[in-house]
């Protein structure tokens, strides 16, 4: 099983700052890698697949980067709506998720 | 624009099983795979298994081997996952989401609203 990990843990940052969150793969998973925003209540929601591409409707404030075992996922400018729980998630070799990054206000 | 809505909420007796439905409206069912995950309280995202609704074909993630059944009916255009023996540690909201069939497309989108099952004695 391919293990994904996280970090941080938790990032706090201010509202209209950048964010970079981290997902690393224990192997190689090409660009077979999607990322994930959910808030408290709700499914989670795609926002990047094949690493760094947005999915329909993401802003453009959100960006991926990265292949093979590191990856990131930035937010340029952070909105009050951006603050929630960051998944990684691979899918080169069936289907693992990362622990998730929670994002906090600072 | 396709849209998956889960059954509603759910509370099961240690041993007993329940099954979730998940039907898909606005798109061809066919053309996709229906994959569960579930969310356990404070925890993160775990994949159980899917199903290829066109082939009937179900894969399962090695830890629910043997306890979890997927299956599809097409001319409803619904999945259904159904967790048997179940224990505390089952307590979880589980999602289903649609999957790309091609191997360069597997990403999860969308998901439906998730269903809540309760263990408890």
């Known amino acids: 099983e391919i293990v994904m990990t996280q970090s941080p843990a938790t990032l706090s940052v201010s509202p209209g700052e950048r964010a970079t969150l981290s997902c690393r793969a224990s192997?190689?998973?090409?660009?077979?890698l999607a990322w994930y925003q959910q808030k408290p209540g709700q499914a989670p929601r795609l926002l990047i697949y094949?690493?760094?591409t947005r999915a329909t409707g993401i802003p453009a404030r959100f960006s991926g980067s990265g292949s093979g075992t590191e990856f990131t996922l930035t937010i340029s400018s952070l909105q009050s709506e951006d603050f929630a729980v960051y998944y990684c998630?691979?899918?080169?070799?069936?289907?693992?998720f990362g622990q998730g990054t929670k994002l906090e206000i600072k | 624009q396709v849209q998956l809505v889960q059954s509603g909420a759910e509370v099961k007796k240690p041993g007993s099983s329940v099954k979730v439905s998940c039907k898909a409206s606005?798109?061809?069912?066919?053309?996709?795979?229906i994959s569960w995950v579930r969310q356990a309280p404070g925890q993160g995202l775990e994949w159980m298994g899917r199903i290829i609704p066109i082939l009937g074909i179900a894969n399962y993630a090695q830890k629910f081997q043997g306890r979890v059944t997927i299956t599809a009916d097409k001319s409803t255009s619904t999945a259904y996952m159904e967790l048997s023996s179940l224990r505390s540690e089952d307590t979880a909201v589980y999602y289903c989401?649609?999957?790309?069939?091609?191997?360069?497309?597997?990403?999860?989108?969308?998901w439906g609203q998730g269903t809540l099952v309760t263990v408890s004695s």
């Open positions: 998630q691979q899918y080169n070799n069936w289907y693992t």
């Open positions: 606005g798109g061809t069912f066919s053309s996709y795979t």
């Open positions: 094949g690493a760094s």
């Open positions: 989401a649609r999957v790309g069939i091609a191997a360069a497309s597997n990403w999860f989108d969308p």
């Open positions: 192997q190689s998973v090409s660009s077979n």
